[in-house]
């Protein structure tokens, strides 16, 4: 069985102060949590102090991006190491918002997850595809390309820990949610996808989440779903009330 894994991607919302009081919010509703995981991903700003916060939590910390450049005359970017330094164990790469609004490609999201794992972070891949690949029947394509973009330089061994977010860019921020069937049905792709990427069975321990406007009212039909293993979270991250709720989902 896998831990399923309730993430928040918080995007560039909080200043320090509000941060710190969100996390320990978060850490506060989550000490009973058991048999799943939490994870909160602050501006880069924050990721020192919301460390310290969790210091004691059960609560697990990420970026919500990298640099693959170990160091050098990269003004604005921050590498691997930095957010390692910062205590962060995991970080987003490719999110629907770096894709389309910071010039993300398959290119840049392979560098990403090549060198967060050789930082020794674990990567969280985003993949999913607009409305108009939906509607064109193109969303298999779509997220395989995607997926097979990103993973291309992963050694056997980063399946071990790679964990995958399912976005659908047309349900993000939208209110929009994939029903539990059209998620059920991208996921069980991906996993198929991934299968043909990682050593015989590893796909089956690959945590796939869902992302685009999880919300309270929704979460636990979409993980009723066999293939949901969590939820990438925005909006609803940001009010720890809904944010715990989503975390203590089925309860
Ligand atoms: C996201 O940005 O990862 C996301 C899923 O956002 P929201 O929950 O607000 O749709």
């Given at each position: 069985m896998m831990t399923p894994l309730l993430a928040g991607n918080w995007k560039m919302n909080c200043v320090r102060g509000e941060a710190i009081a969100l996390a320990q919010a978060i850490a506060d509703g989550s000490t009973d949590v058991v048999g799943r995981e939490v994870l909160i991903a602050p501006s880069f700003t924050c990721l020192a102090a919301v460390s310290e916060v969790l210091a004691d939590s059960n609560v697990l910390l990420a970026a919500q991006d990298l640099y693959w450049e170990d160091s050098g005359a990269f003004t604005g970017q921050i590498s691997a190491a930095m957010i390692r330094d910062t205590g962060a164990g995991h970080v987003i790469i490719g999110h629907s918002e770096r894709r389309a609004l910071f010039g993300e490609t398959e290119y840049t999201v392979?560098?990403?997850?090549?060198?967060?794992?050789?930082?020794?972070?674990?990567?969280?891949?985003?993949?999913?595809?607009?409305?108009?690949?939906?509607?064109?029947?193109?969303?298999?394509?779509?997220?395989?390309?995607?997926?097979?973009?990103?993973?291309?330089?992963?050694?056997?061994?980063?399946?071990?820990?790679?964990?995958v977010a399912y976005e659908p860019v047309w349900a993000i921020g939208t209110g929009l949610t994939a029903t539990p069937e059209q998620a059920e049905h991208v996921h069980g792709?991906?996993?198929?996808?991934?299968?043909?990427?990682?050593?015989?069975?590893?796909?089956?321990?690959?945590?796939?989440?869902?992302?685009?406007?999880?919300?309270?009212?929704?979460?636990?039909?979409?993980?009723?779903?066999?293939?949901?293993?969590g939820a990438l979270v925005g909006g609803a991250s940001l009010k720890a009330e809904d944010f715990l709720r989503i975390v203590h989902y089925q309860e």
């Amino acid at each position: 069985m896998m831990t399923p894994l309730l993430a928040g991607n918080w995007k560039m919302n909080c200043v320090r102060g509000e941060a710190i009081a969100l996390a320990q919010a978060i850490a506060d509703g989550s000490t009973d949590v058991v048999g799943r995981e939490v994870l909160i991903a602050p501006s880069f700003t924050c990721l020192a102090a919301v460390s310290e916060v969790l210091a004691d939590s059960n609560v697990l910390l990420a970026a919500q991006d990298l640099y693959w450049e170990d160091s050098g005359a990269f003004t604005g970017q921050i590498s691997a190491a930095m957010i390692r330094d910062t205590g962060a164990g995991h970080v987003i790469i490719g999110h629907s918002e770096r894709r389309a609004l910071f010039g993300e490609t398959e290119y840049t999201v392979a560098k990403k997850v090549q060198a967060a794992y050789a930082a020794g972070l674990t990567p969280i891949l985003c993949v999913g595809e607009t409305r108009e690949q939906r509607e064109a029947e193109k969303t298999m394509d779509v997220v395989e390309r995607q997926l097979r973009g990103g993973l291309c330089e992963a050694a056997a061994e980063c399946f071990d820990t790679l964990i995958v977010a399912y976005e659908p860019v047309w349900a993000i921020g939208t209110g929009l949610t994939a029903t539990p069937e059209q998620a059920e049905h991208v996921h069980g792709h991906i996993r198929t996808v991934l299968a043909t990427l990682a050593d015989h069975g590893v796909e089956e321990n690959i945590r796939i989440l869902y992302g685009g406007s999880v919300k309270p009212d929704n979460i636990d039909s979409l993980m009723a779903c066999p293939n949901v293993d969590g939820a990438l979270v925005g909006g609803a991250s940001l009010k720890a009330e809904d944010f715990l709720r989503i975390v203590h989902y089925q309860e």
